[in-house]
């Protein structure tokens, strides 16, 4: 049985911590830590938004890039990371001064 879910549907997404976990939607908002039950894991996304610069509930649309680094999964096409530089989109303004590229490596 096949869910309605493709990755199609799923919307493009941003890390705004330190963790590949701290994910969201390019469309959505930066966490509230104190919506996180585990005090363990509230404490650390407090530490990364403190890291990051962050307030909680700010839109990741608001928030001034000035690097931006493009990983892969280990399951990742190396020619998907090939083609994002040459994306019209993917060109740098003059205030971002830095792009890394990536690709995780299995272990």
């Known amino acids: 049985m096949r869910s309605g879910w493709t990755r199609r549907k799923l919307p493009p997404i941003v890390t705004w911590g330190t963790s ?12 509230d830590p104190d919506k996180i039950a585990d005090e363990a894991k509230r404490l650390s996304k407090h530490r990364a938004l403190n890291y990051m610069g962050l307030k909680a509930g700010t839109r990741i649309t608001d928030i001034k890039l000035d690097r931006v680094f493009i990983g892969s999964c280990t399951n990742g096409r ?11 989109k993917a060109r740098p303004s003059a205030a971002m001064s830095t792009r890394w590229w990536c690709r ?3 272990s």
């Open 20 to 31: 590949p976990e701290d994910v969201v939607s390019v469309t959505g908002t930066v966490p």
């Open 104 to 106: 995780a490596r299995a």
């Open 78 to 88: 190396i020619e998907d990371l090939r083609a994002a530089p040459r994306s019209p």
